[in-house]
């Protein structure tokens, strides 16, 4: 039985100090009113989830908020867009400023962007993004009045099952899209709600779960009583597995919102300061391992499914090191936080030289591999892993160009997953975990085997497809992941601005604009599907939802970096720089 209750008093959100848009201040121990948390037991976890812009109340403030677009009533706050030229990937990452900071802000939902604006861009409008603004205004969900994320899918022609929740990890392009149209309220609104979730006792069964676990989704269940939110921690997941990555995200969009708005009061809050530690005391603690990885269980993060990415899959190393470095940044040092930037220092070198080392895969490493002796025992081992040689699938030698290379999916003793991830890969560009010359060369991989990892609809979530007794025996034989479908080869469009950042960080825009141009062929006249099937992503997904909104969303986002690159500011971080040890002076007294 699972035991999760309902929130059903007054969030504080109403009660939250809202962005007040200015600098860090010099001090930051300054300290702040604790936010309260109200929890109820209810029994409102039962009933059919029903997604708020349902009612006719909220229907009403989104159809005001679609009309303010039509009109065009007001004009956009934000300055030009820095050109695309003038941003290489040799810029301090930290010092590109969202055009969004110091600006007044605009409320949630109000009219797209350029609307009234003159702009020096290159970049004209595509019909396409003033629909996709559209689309995506209507996924939002209301709770009390204020907007708190947006649904997975609008497609009315599919059972709902949990696509009318707001998901953690699918709502991050969404919010990227209305921190950088100036919109940063309903950031502000889900970073909020997810945190008062965190806080709620996590039961399945008779097993409580981690304190620090933010939950996969969340849905808004209106009543007469008013409006409640129940969570979903993976008690109600395929297979029950718990979201690893959910607070890795919601560390990565707490620094967007701060480095877009340039408003620290948010992040400064005790309780958003707690939520943080509760994230990193369950990555950090200590145990059993031998490597700095994090270990998890199948299906714990895009790819939600038995897929055979147990152990150390690359797509959770990546976030969790660009979560570590985030953290780093808005951890304050009260509180137990010394220890954790502590840590969390001594964690990212390590991570950074295992991933760097291990996880890298191009011609030249391959080919070391191949020669690989077994069964070594010392610490100067060769083949730490004790990998067999001919373990090496057949497809990796013809997939591997001369000019390339990427960060393999997994490494664990006497076993390394070759499939190509793109999340993980592209993940790992954006906050450095990957060495410039690492990341020149992911990007070469892509423009090498185009037809393979982009082909007709950007972009393959993993690549091979598992096919045959190899598919029936990691997948379980999943009807949903057959080959070349959904997580098992499928092509998402949502990757996009994931390719789009990691493009522009690595100074290669035309990369992303070639994916983009495939994209604005087909997707909107597709219903803007979830996914793609097929070797090249020619075919709509089988069972993919129409109007995705992390689909809408990751094609906004995308456009807004290209128009304006200063925006990949607030998510890509330049490389981590190794702090100075401390020097340990001998004693006099101290004799050889």
């Not at 300055?79 to 600006?103: M, Q």
């Not at 803007?528 to 069972?543: F, L, T």
Request: hydrophobic share 40%.
């Amino acid at each position: 039985m699972f035991n999760i209750t309902a929130l059903s008093v007054e969030d504080s959100i109403d009660n939250a100090p809202q962005s007040e848009n200015r600098n860090r201040p010099e001090s930051r121990g300054r300290s702040l009113p604790s936010l309260f948390i109200g929890i109820s037991n209810t029994d409102d976890e039962d009933e059919e989830p029903s997604s708020s812009i349902n009612s006719a109340n909220n229907l009403d403030v989104i159809n005001k908020h679609l009309a303010l677009v039509n009109k065009g009533s007001c004009s956009s706050p934000r300055a030009g867009p820095r050109p695309l030229e003038s941003v290489k990937s040799t810029d301090c990452l930290e010092n590109l400023i969202s055009p969004n900071a110091g600006l007044q802000q605009r409320s949630s939902c109000a009219e797209t962007p350029r609307v009234g604006m003159v702009v020096n861009s290159p970049f004209e409008p595509h019909p396409m993004v003033a629909e996709a603004w559209e689309n995506l205004r209507k996924s939002l969900v209301l709770f009390k009045g204020k907007p708190v994320g947006t649904i997975a899918a609008l497609d009315s022609t599919e059972e709902a099952l949990n696509y009318n929740q707001v998901f953690v990890r699918d709502f991050v392009p969404s919010a990227l899209a209305f921190l950088m149209n100036g919109e940063p309220d309903i950031v502000k609104n889900f970073l909020l709600k997810a945190l008062r979730l965190q806080a709620r006792e996590k039961r399945i069964d008779w097993f409580t779960l981690g304190e620090g676990v933010m939950p996969a989704s969340f849905k808004v269940v209106p009543s007469a009583k008013g409006d409640t939110i129940v969570p979903d921690f993976g008690e109600s997941a395929i297979g029950r597995v718990a979201p690893v990555d959910s607070g890795f995200w919601w560390i990565i969009l707490l620094r967007a919102y701060t480095k877009s708005t340039g408003d620290y009061t948010l992040a400064d809050m005790p309780d958003i300061q707690r939520g943080m530690r509760l994230i990193l005391s369950i990555c950090l603690a200590e145990g059993f391992d031998t490597f700095p990885t994090l270990l998890c269980a199948d299906g714990c993060c895009m790819i939600d499914r038995r897929m055979g990415i147990y152990g150390a899959p690359i797509e959770i190393q990546a976030l969790f090191f660009l979560a570590l470095r985030c953290a780093k940044v808005l951890l304050k040092p009260e509180d137990g936080g010394k220890e954790f930037l502590e840590r969390i220092e001594k964690r990212l070198q390590a991570l950074s030289f295992h991933i760097r080392s291990y996880f890298w895969m191009d011609f030249q490493q391959l080919n070391i591999i191949y020669r690989y002796k077994t069964e070594e025992y010392s610490h100067t081992a060769v083949n730490k892993f004790n990998v067999i040689p001919d373990s090496i699938p057949d497809w990796v030698f013809d997939f591997m160009p001369m000019k390339g290379g990427y960060f393999i999916g997994n490494v664990s003793p006497a076993r390394m997953d070759f499939r190509w991830f793109c999340l993980g890969n592209c993940i790992a560009i954006l906050g450095s975990l990957a060495t410039p010359e690492q990341e020149a060369a992911i990007m070469d991989l892509f423009e090498e085997r185009w037809s393979d990892l982009i082909g007709e609809m950007p972009l393959k979530i993993t690549y091979p497809a598992l096919e045959g007794n190899e598919w029936k025996i990691v997948t379980g034989s999943d009807p949903k992941n057959t080959r070349w479908s959904y997580h098992n080869g499928g092509s998402w469009p949502v990757l996009l601005w994931l390719l789009t950042a990691a493009s522009i960080k690595t100074g290669r825009p035309q990369i992303a604009r070639r994916a983009i141009e495939l994209v604005e062929s087909r997707l909107s006249k597709d219903g803007w599907a979830e996914y793609y099937d097929g070797k090249r992503g020619r075919y709509v997904g089988k069972q993919a939802r129409k109007f995705q909104t992390w689909s809408i969303a990751g094609y906004l986002v995308s456009k807004m970096l290209l128009e304006d690159p200063s925006h990949l500011g607030m998510i890509a971080l330049e490389e981590h720089r190794k702090s100075k040890p401390a020097s340990i002076t001998r004693s006099a007294s101290w004799t050889a």
